[in-house]
């Protein structure tokens, strides 16, 4: 089997992982004191749906979606792994470190902590972080202009989903929050 087909493999199997993990960890958390609509989740939820069946799905649809803009070579096999195992990793960390806080929609914890820890010290929001790394990993080694397009809608729908999480969070620490957000950046250590 060649280096294209075994990353492709092992970036499904990080995917797979990433499911496992977030449907465990997801029993434990604090119960929510506000949890937005499910109206108002519609707008980047619906986006994040579409950004992975492009991604995953996108090289059988017609044209142009279905073109290769990447050639798959052993250098961009390994290096889509590498990625993906990164951000994998990365998403990982973030999870642990802010433990029952998390929520897979925006809301507001009982007793909720600001966490400034672990690789929230680089990044206001390291699980999108993460997850964009390995959108990146699947799209550079499927190659597909869909997958392409895909990575450009998720970090649309993060970016949405951000900006609605951190006014939730200037309410809930307005003398901490601004603070952390001139420190930190929201996505991309030291840049965005």
Not at 47 to 62: D, K, M, N, Q
Not at 84 to 93: E, M, Q, S, T
Not at 141 to 152: E, K, P, Q, V
Request: with cysteine; hydrophobic share 50%.
């Amino acid at each position: 089997m060649d280096a294209c087909s075994n990353a492709i493999k092992f970036i499904s199997a990080c995917w797979s992982i990433f499911l496992a993990v977030w449907i465990v960890a997801s029993i434990s958390t604090k119960p929510s004191i506000y949890r937005e609509s499910r109206a108002q989740r519609l707008r980047y939820s619906l986006l994040l749906v579409v950004s992975y069946l492009l991604l995953v799905y996108g090289r059988r649809l017609p044209h142009p979606f279905d073109l290769r803009l990447i050639r798959c070579v052993d250098v961009l096999a390994w290096t889509g792994s590498l990625l993906c195992v990164g951000g994998l990793a990365f998403c990982i960390w973030a999870r642990i470190s802010i433990g029952r806080n998390w929520s897979g929609v925006v809301t507001l914890k009982e007793d909720h902590q600001l966490v400034e820890h672990g690789p929230y010290r680089w990044v206001r929001h390291p699980i999108y972080t993460g997850l964009l790394m390995m959108y990146l990993a699947t799209a550079i080694t499927l190659g597909h202009g869909a997958g392409f397009s895909g990575l450009l809608l998720a970090f649309a729908s993060f970016w949405i989903k951000l900006n609605i999480e951190e006014k939730l969070m200037l309410k809930q620490f307005p003398d901490r929050y601004p603070t952390y957000q001139r420190r930190v950046k929201r996505i991309i250590p030291f840049v965005l």
